[in-house]
């Protein structure tokens, strides 16, 4: 359903479909297989609030950008000390599955790229805030994010700074992602590997 929605994109030589992993994998190797794109992956890792690792407070992306959720933060008393050693923990993880997800590949550059940001669906929409912030400094000549779920006030926000946006489903009650998917197992690192070895092939064969 996003590939039909990105078809404009299909075949085009300036088009790179960078995905958010783990979750974002699956969905983006589809639209890339469709629109006979380029695929890799722009790492980001969610903020968790010390002791609810599931409550982001920030987010961070292997550009080093980072962007902090200012009303978490300060509705449970973040200090400084807390969200820079969380910020440190997640720099750090972001380090390893860069070197464990490309097997020894060059990172595709976005520079002059219409650049499809791609995720498994929105919540907050905080990693997909410091991702595109992370793109934007490499200077990429659009940016779309496309997704399946999101929540109509999360993708009004990030309107104001993506180029454009595709998400089919956006409920009026929205609780979260999974609830969309009749599987929502988690994506392994093996599978996120799999995927971009696969994408490397067909880019090769092709």
């Known amino acids: 359903m996003l590939a039909t929605h990105l078809s404009e994109y299909a075949g085009r030589s300036d088009v790179l479909v960078l995905a958010l992993p783990r979750g974002g994998l699956p969905v983006a190797e589809e639209i890339a297989a469709a629109l006979k794109a380029p695929l890799d992956i722009f790492v980001v890792r969610k903020i968790g609030v010390p002791g609810h690792p599931e409550l982001a407070m920030g987010a961070v992306a292997s550009s080093g950008n980072v962007t902090v959720n200012t009303e978490v933060v300060q509705s449970l008393g973040i200090d400084a000390t807390q969200f820079r050693a969380a910020y440190l923990e997640e720099l750090r993880e972001l380090g390893r599955r860069e070197h464990a997800y490309r097997d020894g590949r060059n990172a595709e550059s976005p520079t002059d790229k219409v650049v499809i940001l791609v995720d498994d669906g ?59 998917y009749a599987n929502f197992d988690q994506v392994s690192d093996e599978e996120v590997r799999a995927s971009l070895a696969r994408a490397a092939r067909r880019r090769n064969a092709a």
């Open 122 to 180: 929105l919540a907050t929409g905080s990693s997909m805030r410091v991702a595109i912030e992370g793109v934007r400094d490499r200077h990429p000549a659009r940016v779309v994010i496309a997704v399946p779920v999101a929540p109509r006030q999360t993708l009004d926000e990030l309107s104001a700074i993506a180029d454009e946006i595709v998400c089919p489903l956006v409920p009026q009650a929205f609780y979260a992602v999974g609830l969309y």
